[in-house]
């Protein structure tokens, strides 16, 4: 027990990685034929595709560790709302354009440092996730932080929005960086990367992005919480009911 | 093939096998192809190091392995999806790039950052040829005056590009 780390916390932990990947690759696939140009569709729905493929391989290893012997396919369709542990943050409704991109900003310049952190974690599977999709993320931090400049530095309208977009999402940044027991005996076993340097690098790139953008950094100090321990938005439901739909109602079916 | 399969039979079987998204090039000029082991029982087992997370061609080659070896008679075979160390786009091989050129998709350069976990501080701006990358020649007419038009393009691992000098638009291959 040298770690303090059980097989258990690895899963759960793993399960919150998964989870947060997940949803935002369904968020994000709700842009498909809606982008405003045919390259942002393509962008939009690149971006979910490596974060499903990120959770497709978390989830798996979910299934591994846990001891219940559930696949990638189990995690994703067949769990309630309550069971799942993704932040808030990734399931709040796309809005428009200039949200989704200010939500993508707030996320991928958490994931970034967060998977070049977890490169070195002393769980082989997560550390080599980590190795693939540190990279994925900075192309995911580049689109959505140019993005943001763009808006920001743009028009009186599209500014409005992102500035609006931005306010909304804004709280919900908080849940990422949240501890409890769970993540203090997986960064203590050196499974996980210990929150607080990341929120100093996030705070450096999301800074940056919004000063290029003219935007200011909002300075609420409510912080919604709850998406660790299975509690969620009105958003999430919704959202589980259009993932989840063809696989519960049609069980054990492939194509 | 009922005797034990042979090693190097098996890797030339698999040196051939090409990616489904881009069939000039094969899964060994990518890359992806790591390792072939035949062990005492005589089943072959292939290591294969996905390219994206999300992949979709991943499955394909998967299954495009497994047919190739059946073809060449060989009964068993596992494929494994490994993946640590994750793949580079520095692990294409020189033949793979000249490859691509000739397709028409301008093959990847040296990847920006060398070290294994760069400090993350700030973003590199998006903008190409911003980021001290090298923008790419156009495969075409080979000029180098060559703008980015959207950074994710047909598949994961392309991006969409403008050469400026022959107007033609043209697809490269991300460094990864």
Redesign the interface.
């Known amino acids: 027990m040298s770690s303090g780390a059980t097989d258990t916390d690895v899963a759960a932990y793993a399960l919150r990685l998964g989870d947060d990947a997940l949803v935002l690759a369904q968020r994000l696939g709700e842009w498909a034929a809606r982008g405003p140009t045919i390259?942002e569709d393509?962008?939009l729905l690149?971006?979910?595709?490596?974060?499903?493929?990120?959770a497709?391989?978390l989830l798996a290893r979910v299934g591994e560790l846990d001891g219940s012997g559930r696949t990638e396919d189990d995690l994703a369709y067949r769990r309630d709302e309550r069971e799942f542990v993704n932040v808030q943050l990734v399931e709040l409704a796309n809005g428009d354009f200039g949200r989704t991109m200010a939500r993508q900003l707030l996320v991928s310049?958490f994931q970034?440092?967060m998977y070049?952190?977890l490169?070195?974690s002393a769980d082989?599977?997560l550390?080599?996730?980590a190795?693939?999709?540190?990279?994925?993320s900075?192309?995911h931090?580049?689109?959505a932080?140019?993005w943001v400049v763009r808006l920001g530095d743009g028009t009186e309208e599209s500014r409005a929005r992102v500035s609006a977009g931005l306010a909304e999402v804004w709280p919900y940044a908080a849940e990422l960086f949240e501890r409890d027991d769970l993540l203090d005996r997986c960064v203590i076993a050196g499974i996980a990367p210990d929150p607080e340097p990341l929120r100093l690098?996030w705070d450096?790139?999301v800074d940056?992005?919004l000063t290029d953008a003219g935007l200011e950094r909002p300075t609420t100090t409510w912080a919604p919480t709850g998406g660790r321990r299975g509690l969620h938005t009105e958003h999430l439901g919704y959202l589980l009911a259009e993932l989840q739909h063809v696989a519960r109602s049609h069980p054990g079916a492939s194509w | 093939m009922a005797a034990t399969p042979d090693r190097d039979t098996v890797l030339r079987v698999l040196e051939q096998v090409t990616d489904p998204e881009i069939p000039v090039l094969t899964i060994a000029d990518l890359g992806i192809l790591r390792d072939v082991r035949v062990d005492p029982g005589g089943t072959v087992h292939v290591d294969i190091t996905?390219t994206?997370?999300?992949?979709?061609a991943m499955d394909e080659i998967r299954a495009d392995v497994g047919a190739a070896l059946a073809r060449a008679g060989v009964e068993h075979v596992d494929v494994h999806l490994v993946?640590?160390?994750?793949?580079t786009t520095d692990w294409m091989s020189a033949d793979g790039r000249r490859k691509l050129l000739e397709y028409g998709i301008a093959p990847p350069g040296p990847r920006p950052s060398g070290g294994?976990?760069?400090l993350?501080?700030?973003?590199?701006?998006?903008?190409a040829g911003t980021d001290g990358t090298p923008s790419p020649a156009c495969p075409l007419c080979g000029s180098v005056a060559t703008e980015e038009?959207?950074?994710?393009?047909?598949t994961?691992c392309k991006s969409?590009w403008r050469c400026t000098d022959c107007h033609e638009p043209f697809d490269h291959f991300?460094e990864?």
């Open positions: 390259e393509v962008a690149n971006i979910g595709l490596d974060l499903l493929g990120q497709r391989t310049a970034v440092p070049a952190a490169t070195g082989e599977t550390a080599a996730v190795g693939r999709a540190v990279k994925e900075r192309y931090l580049d689109h932080a140019s690098q450096a790139t940056a992005v | 996905p994206y997370s999300g992949c979709p993946h640590h160390p994750a793949w294994p976990v760069a993350e501080l700030g973003y590199r701006p998006a903008l038009l959207a950074r994710f393009a047909s994961s969409l991300k990864f």
